[in-house]
């Protein structure tokens, strides 16, 4: 007579089926923007990200040290 235990152990334990292949990339990916239209964007996102830390500025926390903290 088998036990529960020996049963459990005769199951087969289920597996996930392998992922499908991964297909090839291309090794260069032609870039939609020119490089003046990059160079405007970056100049765009610094511009806000400055604009934007500058307003935020001051609002944190800041170590002092303990001879200014007196």
């Given at each position: 007579?088998?036990?529960?235990y020996d049963r459990l152990l005769?199951?087969?334990i289920p597996?996930?089926?392998a992922p499908p292949?991964?297909?090839p990339q291309h090794t260069h990916h032609p870039s939609a923007?020119?490089?003046e239209q990059q160079a405007q964007h970056r100049a765009d996102l610094l511009a806000a990200l400055?604009?934007?830390h500058a307003h935020h500025?001051?609002?944190h926390l800041a170590a002092v040290p303990e001879q200014d903290a007196a």
């Open positions: 007579m088998t036990t529960a005769a199951e087969e597996v996930r089926p292949p991964h297909t923007w020119t490089p400055d604009a934007h500025r001051g609002r």
